[in-house]
């Protein structure tokens, strides 16, 4: 008796597929597997289509469902247009060809390409699988150029639209204003613009039950469903001093457009990581703005204001520049009033702690005398060198001062990098050996299925170091221009008896401060750190 098979036609389009047009469209794929089971005697159980998904990793829903039907008993045979449609991973493609269908006695066809596990092992299989997976990295490769084409001709493009705007009807990548949320914005702006800080901001949006970002996307697009699902009703107004924070920051608001902040690690690996700053780009006037350029001046000059002493005192000067040096959030300035028992006390604290207590981070604390002190201390120092000593003779110290860490640093993240390239041409050619071992029957299914798991965890995790080495050395490059900038800046001071926010600010990229420890006689140490603009940490 001949074996019925029930099959599944799995279809998948991923948007860079779209390109080809009608030849690789959904409708085509259907049309031509079903001509194939008539011819065929096949039994169609159902489709599987994921429609907009990669083939570079196998989380896609329809697939997975797919698997869940064969491990039911649903399902023992799986047909696709071509080898590319099932996937462009050729290592996890070749798992699933190779070993885990043969295992659940599972029938696959690739009509496109000849392939037929009815027919035998096709020895031709592995390296179409291969091909495809070159053909993903340069599809890649091809699509962010096109994006940056896009972007730079005033495209814009998000999962979400920001709150205050909407896509247009009609034109793809262009955002027009939304009448029913842009008021929100108008609101933040003039609020800021008036004086008013993002803390105090987020509180009146709070009392006044004003609607959140992510509750309009899910009123109107049914995303963020998992953060309102089981949660109060005050979680649809409840905002973040971040989320204030960000949308004063955007130039979206404006009418420009901000590209290029993160990437992908690779084209098999989706995470998404944060570019250097120097490596974003703006395209001014891409769309209607919702702030005139008259407010945002002004709500930012409060925001650079807040920078700068206070009436009251001199407390705020380090507002902005004092960094935690566990979590990297802003240090808190906090005062305690004076009691019968003790006089007024102002410090700092680590903003994580205050807001979250020790499961987020230590206090960090430190008195704002102490710090004042220390930051003083310092500037004076650099101050009486800047004009005690030649330009040369200091040039040469900051830049030895500066770069012998970075350049230790360097040194060390290139010779790494050196060994991660090694290390993944290796992986490429086992992956190429198992291949030929597999087709002989020299190695094993169940070995070659754990060598692969294990060869591409590998191979994950070096590309995401890849990606942390290279930021790394970025970050920390350093140059006598940058030196020469600081020197210009520090000998415009001649004698210096006091500390401002404009002074911190112009010397001052940021002061690091880390969590205070008793030594062995019992006295209270702390590190303190201060990067200077333009040239970082020297001593």
Same mark, same amino acid.
């Given at each position: 008796?001949?074996?019925?098979?029930?099959?599944?036609? *799995?279809?998948?389009?991923?948007?860079?597929?779209?390109? #080809? @047009?009608?030849?690789?469209?959904?409708?085509?794929?259907?049309?031509? +597997?079903?001509?194939?089971?008539?011819?065929?005697?096949?039994?169609?159980?159902?489709? *599987?289509?994921?429609?907009?998904?990669?083939?570079?990793?196998?989380?896609?829903?329809?697939?997975?469902? %797919?698997?869940?039907?064969i491990e039911d008993g649903k399902i023992n045979c799986v047909i696709t247009k071509d080898l590319s449609r099932l996937g462009r991973n050729y290592v996890l493609t070749g798992q699933y060809t190779d070993i885990y269908f043969p295992s659940k006695g599972v029938r696959y066809i690739a009509v496109s390409d000849g392939v037929d596990s009815e027919k035998g092992e096709s020895e031709i299989a592995p390296f179409l699988n291969i091909l495809n997976e070159m053909h993903a990295r340069q599809?890649?490769?091809?699509?962010?150029?096109? %994006?940056?084409?896009?972007?730079?001709?005033?495209? *814009?493009?998000?999962?979400?639209?920001?709150?205050?705007?909407?896509? &247009?009807?009609? !034109?793809?990548?262009?955002?027009?204003?939304?009448?029913?949320?842009?008021?929100?914005?108008?609101?933040?702006?003039?609020?800021?613009? &008036?004086?008013?800080?993002?803390?105090?901001?987020?509180?009146?949006?709070?009392?006044?039950?004003?609607?959140?970002?992510?509750? +309009?996307? $899910?009123?109107?697009?049914?995303?963020?469903? &998992?953060?309102?699902?089981?949660?109060?009703?005050? /979680?649809?107004?409840?905002?973040?001093?971040?989320?204030?924070?960000? !949308?004063?920051?955007?130039?979206?608001?404006?009418?420009?457009?901000?590209?290029?902040?993160?990437?992908?690690?690779?084209?098999?690996?989706? #995470? /998404?990581? +944060?570019?250097?700053?120097?490596?974003? $780009?703006?395209?001014?006037?891409?769309?209607?703005?919702?702030?005139?350029?008259?407010?945002?001046?002004?709500?930012?000059?409060?925001?650079?204001?807040?920078?700068?002493? /206070?009436?009251?005192?001199?407390?705020?000067?380090?507002?902005?520049?004092?960094?935690?040096?566990?979590?990297?959030?802003?240090?808190?300035?906090?005062?305690?009033?004076?009691?019968?028992?003790?006089?007024?006390?102002?410090?700092? %604290?680590?903003?994580?702690?205050?807001?979250?207590?020790?499961? #987020?981070?230590?206090?960090?604390?430190?008195?704002?005398?102490? !710090?004042?002190?220390?930051?003083?201390?310092?500037?004076?120092?650099?101050?009486?060198?800047?004009?005690?000593?030649?330009?040369?003779?200091?040039?040469?110290?900051?830049? /030895?001062?500066?770069?012998?860490?970075?350049?230790?640093?360097?040194?060390?993240?290139?010779?790494?990098?050196?060994?991660?390239?090694?290390?993944?041409?290796?992986?490429?050619?086992?992956?190429?050996?198992? $291949?030929e071992d597999r087709a002989k029957e020299a190695i094993t299914e169940r070995n070659f299925a754990m060598l692969s798991a294990k060869y591409q965890e590998e191979q994950t995790q070096l590309e995401n170091k890849t990606q942390e080495l290279q930021a790394k050395l970025d970050k920390s490059a350093q140059d006598a221009d940058g030196a020469e900038k600081w020197l210009s800046l520090i000998r415009k001071y001649t004698e210096l008896t006091e500390l401002t926010a404009p002074l911190l600010?112009?010397?001052?990229? #940021?002061?690091?401060?880390?969590?205070?420890?008793?030594?062995?006689? @019992?006295?209270?140490?702390?590190?303190?750190?201060?990067? *200077?603009?333009?040239?970082?940490? !020297?001593?």
């Open positions: 008796m001949k074996q019925q098979y029930n099959t599944a036609l *799995y279809l998948r389009l991923s948007r860079d597929d779209e390109l #080809k @047009g009608e030849s690789g469209s959904i409708s085509t794929q259907r049309d031509m +597997l079903t001509q194939y089971c008539r011819e065929q005697n096949l039994n169609i159980i159902g489709e *599987y289509v994921d429609d907009g998904w990669s083939g570079t990793n196998f989380d896609r829903p329809s697939f997975q469902r %797919m698997i869940d039907d599809t890649s490769k091809k699509v962010k150029a096109a %994006m940056k084409t896009r972007f730079l001709n005033g495209a *814009y493009y998000s999962p979400c639209a920001p709150i205050g705007y909407k896509w &247009h009807p009609e !034109i793809k990548g262009k955002i027009i204003p939304d009448e029913d949320a842009r008021w929100i914005v108008e609101k933040i702006f003039d609020l800021a613009a &008036h004086g008013v800080g993002a803390s105090k901001i987020r509180h009146t949006l709070d009392d006044e039950h004003i609607p959140t970002p992510a509750w +309009l996307n $899910y009123q109107k697009y049914g995303t963020f469903a &998992h953060v309102f699902e089981g949660q109060p009703e005050n /979680k649809r107004h409840q905002w973040s001093t971040a989320i204030v924070k960000a !949308i004063l920051s955007s130039e979206v608001y404006i009418g420009n457009s901000v590209h290029n902040k993160q990437t992908a690690i690779s084209f098999r690996n989706k #995470k /998404k990581v +944060l570019r250097p700053k120097d490596e974003w $780009y703006t395209v001014e006037n891409t769309h209607e703005p919702i702030i005139s350029k008259d407010v945002w001046d002004r709500a930012h000059a409060h925001i650079e204001s807040r920078k700068r002493p /206070k009436k009251s005192g001199e407390t705020q000067i380090f507002a902005g520049l004092l960094k935690c040096a566990d979590c990297g959030r802003v240090l808190r300035y906090m005062r305690r009033n004076a009691t019968a028992r003790s006089r007024e006390r102002q410090y700092y %604290m680590c903003t994580n702690y205050s807001e979250y207590g020790k499961d #987020k981070c230590s206090s960090h604390y430190i008195r704002y005398d102490v !710090i004042y002190a220390v930051v003083l201390g310092r500037l004076q120092y650099w101050i009486s060198q800047a004009h005690e000593k030649n330009d040369g003779e200091l040039l040469q110290r900051l830049l /030895k001062c500066g770069d012998k860490q970075w350049a230790k640093e360097n040194a060390s993240a290139k010779k790494e990098l050196l060994k991660i390239e090694k290390r993944l041409q290796e992986l490429d050619n086992l992956f190429a050996k198992m $291949y600010n112009e010397l001052i990229d #940021k002061i690091v401060v880390h969590q205070a420890e008793n030594d062995e006689n @019992g006295s209270r140490t702390q590190e303190i750190e201060i990067f *200077y603009r333009f040239v970082g940490k !020297i001593d």
